[in-house]
């Protein structure tokens, strides 16, 4: 009887040392659900990018996107205020409001572009110009 106890509890050490221990954490992996999902849900992330540049030449601030260089001729005021963090931010925010609103704009060639100044030709290559004052 002691033998069979003892050969028991050798086999049960040795199957005990050749398992191994699972290290770290198991994450599900969820790539397809089924009914409903009632955890929370994956946002999609979002991406928007606006350029500025102010070309003194011309007293116009230029806003870049992906897809179109809008052109902000500057007043007065602004030509002063642009030169300040506080004023070129107020300037910025107003350019991104008429262009989410979608303001009228005037289509300008890559020519009169030029023409206004080299370095908006330079900083709007390649991208449609678009006057919004």
């Not at 991406?47 to 003194?56: P, Q, R, T, V």
């Not at 011309?58 to 007043?75: E, M």
């Not at 350019?95 to 100044?117: C, F, K, R, Y």
């Amino acid at each position: 009887m002691f033998s069979a106890v003892f050969l028991i509890s050798t086999v049960s050490v040795a199957v005990g040392m050749t398992t191994t221990a699972h290290h770290g954490h198991h994450h599900p992996h969820n790539t397809h659900v089924h009914g409903h999902h009632t955890g929370p849900t994956h946002e999609p992330n979002v991406n928007e990018s606006f350029l500025f540049h102010y070309d003194a030449h011309s007293h116009t601030l230029v806003v870049k996107t992906q897809r179109h260089c809008y052109l902000y001729l500057l007043t007065a005021d602004q030509q002063t205020s642009v030169h300040t963090t506080t004023g070129l931010h107020a300037i910025e925010k107003s350019i991104i409001d008429l262009i989410d609103t979608n303001s009228p704009t005037v289509a300008v060639t890559a020519q009169d572009l030029t023409t206004m100044s080299a370095g908006l030709s330079h900083f709007c290559k390649n991208i449609p110009a678009l006057k919004l004052n």
